[in-house]
């Protein structure tokens, strides 16, 4: 079975500021680009080992019908499939990164689809072999087990045969993988839409001067102290979305129905048991964020109250919800400046954890740090075993997100680094489940730091506000999220049709949820749930929520710790995939399968909220 291909790390609640006129890739430094001369010096080398790839797979031939007869075929075969895997990754991590420079570099675009054409050759290839092996009895895959050859990849192999009864024939197996490259259709052209293809309209600023409303810069915008522009860039941006509705609700319908197709041939229940079941995730951790969250909603629309006090309005709309409090903090940090802050406030985690990161944020140009022509919006960290991190920015000098989102992203970094350091190949990724932990433990620490140094009283409502709204996208808007998702694929699994009004329907009335009475609901905002793009992989969003709750936990644990309880949280980042998530987590002290640690969060979050209405009575 092939490992799953590089994953993008990225920020769903922040679309990354970005400039109002975005430079090409050719205007900006060197230093300011990612390197990825350690995958490939040039692109006719990736296209020779491409060649050689394809050729490659033929070898698969060899190992079919063989694996029941011993322990060494098994090893062989599993030793061949890792290399065809490794290989993959890294052309992989070269074209997708490449392909994000610039989204309409066709020649970019064209190695892109080549590798994952040839990723899902790789998986017709080697689809017999989790046919043949869950075809060997229980009894014999027992001895085979015992085997010492086999020492290495018994994890490996304990994980495919738990999906026993979720594996069919070969041919079918064969016949689903193929389907793999047609089964993104509704995602590409989500993203080409979303990215290349919509206007997304200009405004007038408060200084008369007009604005090209981007992804990148929406959220800042939403910061501006300028009520009209705010609103005017509200309503122009969800007027691009309102133009193309129908196409987006088509696209996501079209989306649920792919997954629906995949979850009953593979014999599970629901789409989100075959999601969870990945990662070994008990159903009930998403059912308990869920409810955790409903019971602690009123701190939430308390917020919101005390907002619309603070603003001084008679109504508080969405578009009043992110501006800052206060308006005389004047925020400009450069890059560089901005790691130092970062490297400064991860001190506790020692050498072993700053210095490389220290080096790769600035030396070893891990980041591709502005936004051009082009460029894939948002924020990532990505990657494979066979180089270093990579984080995907769209910095903006003058406000502070682009420092948090640095941080959180170079939490994804390390947690990478450090378990391809501590692990074998076949161990070194870590699951979704986990991922979020390591990014949101660094922005609770930099708050932390922030906090503790000499600032105004400004600055501390301005960060204890930033930390409130933190804790409110990744906490509460995520569980909203999710949902969402398990609420429109109940619908459409009790085979309910998928309509436009559907959709805006579920979403508005959790919006009227989550926000409470006194929040002004626009109407276009039903509309939001076609602009998020993870809802295009299927139950990912509650891992925010539940990775928030985990790195709150494991802050405090750290900071208020010693030796043992530092060394916990490392090993865990060192863990990689040896272990599935939910132990990964308890061994270092935070059980996710109690509702204790959403709740603890969600304490904070209160806590936060009065600390701010104390602040600014």
């Not at 015992?146 to 290495?152: A, C, G, I, S, V």
């Not at 709750?549 to 863990?575: C, I, P, Q, R, W």
């Amino acid at each position: 079975k092939l490992k799953k291909i590089s994953r993008l790390f990225g920020v769903i609640y922040i679309f990354m500021e970005a400039k109002v006129n975005p430079l090409t890739r050719e205007g900006i430094s060197e230093e300011a680009k990612w390197d990825l001369n350690g995958l490939y010096l040039k692109e006719s080398l990736w296209q020779e080992d491409i060649k050689k790839l394809e050729k490659d797979l033929a070898g698969y031939e060899s190992f079919k019908g063989t694996l029941a007869s011993s322990a060494e075929n098994i090893k062989s075969c599993l030793e061949f499939d890792v290399s065809i895997s490794r290989a993959i990754e890294k052309l992989y991590t070269y074209a997708h990164l490449r392909n994000d420079e610039d989204k309409t570099h066709s020649q970019n675009q064209s190695n892109f689809e080549k590798i994952v054409r040839l990723h899902t050759l790789a998986a017709q290839a080697s689809s017999y072999i989790s046919s043949e092996l869950m075809a060997i009895s229980e009894d014999r895959m027992h001895q085979f087990l015992k085997d010492k050859q086999l020492d290495y990849y018994k994890l490996h192999l304990e994980r495919i045969l738990r999906y026993r009864k979720h594996t069919l024939s070969e041919k079918e197996e064969k016949i689903l993988a193929s389907s793999a490259e047609i089964a993104r259709a509704a995602r590409d052209a989500f993203e080409m839409l979303d990215n290349a293809d919509l206007k997304l309209g200009t405004i007038n600023d408060e200084n008369g001067s007009e604005i090209a409303i981007t992804q990148g810069n929406f959220q800042s915008i939403m910061q501006n102290q300028d009520r009209r522009v705010r609103k005017e860039a509200f309503e122009t941006f969800y007027s691009a979305y309102s133009d193309h509705q129908y196409t987006y609700a088509s696209l996501l319908a079209s989306n649920i129905k792919k997954d629906i197709f995949y979850a009953r041939e593979k014999n599970y229940a629901s789409v989100r048991e075959k999601s969870m079941f990945s990662e070994n995730i008990p159903i009930e951790v998403y059912d308990n964020l869920i409810e955790t969250v409903h019971d602690n909603l009123a701190p939430l629309h308390k917020y919101f109250f005390l907002r619309k006090n603070i603003l001084k309005l008679d109504q508080i709309h969405i578009y009043d919800t992110s501006v800052p409090l206060v308006k005389d903090i004047q925020w400009h940090l450069g890059y560089d400046d901005s790691v130092t802050k970062i490297i400064d406030s991860l001190q506790l985690l020692g050498s072993d954890y700053t210095e490389p990161l220290r080096k790769g944020l600035v030396d070893n140009r891990w980041v591709d740090r502005y936004e051009s022509k082009g460029k894939r919006s948002g924020a990532y960290s990505s990657g494979c075993y066979d180089s270093n991190p990579f984080i995907l920015m769209n910095y903006r000098e003058d406000n502070i997100n682009s420092m948090y989102t640095l941080a959180h992203e170079a939490g994804h970094s390390m947690h990478s680094f450090l378990s391809r350091k501590a692990q074998p190949y076949l161990y070194a990724d870590y699951t979704i489940f986990v991922a979020e932990v390591a990014s949101t433990f660094n922005e609770v620490l930099l708050t932390k730091y922030l906090l503790l140094q000499d600032i105004s009283k400004s600055m501390k409502i301005y960060l204890i506000c930033r930390e409130i709204d933190n804790l409110r996208g990744t906490l509460y808007r995520q569980t909203m999220f999710a949902e969402f998702e398990h609420l429109v694929y109940t619908t459409a699994e009790s085979d309910q049709p998928m309509t436009l009004d559907t959709f805006k329907d579920i979403y508005r009335k959790l919006l009227e949820k989550y926000f409470g009475e006194d929040t002004i609901l626009d109407e276009c905002l039903s509309l939001e749930c076609f602009r998020i793009p993870h809802f295009y992989f299927s139950f990912y969003v509650y891992k925010y929520a539940t990775g928030i709750s985990a790195a709150y936990a494991l802050a405090d644990m750290v900071s208020e710790g010693g030796t043992t309880e530092l060394n916990d949280y490392l090993n865990f980042l060192k863990g990689g995939g040896s272990k599935y998530p939910i132990d990964l987590l308890k061994g270092a002290g935070v059980n996710m399968t109690s509702p204790e640690p959403v709740h603890t969060a969600l304490k904070k979050f209160s806590a936060l909220v009065n600390q701010l209405e104390a602040l600014t009575s």
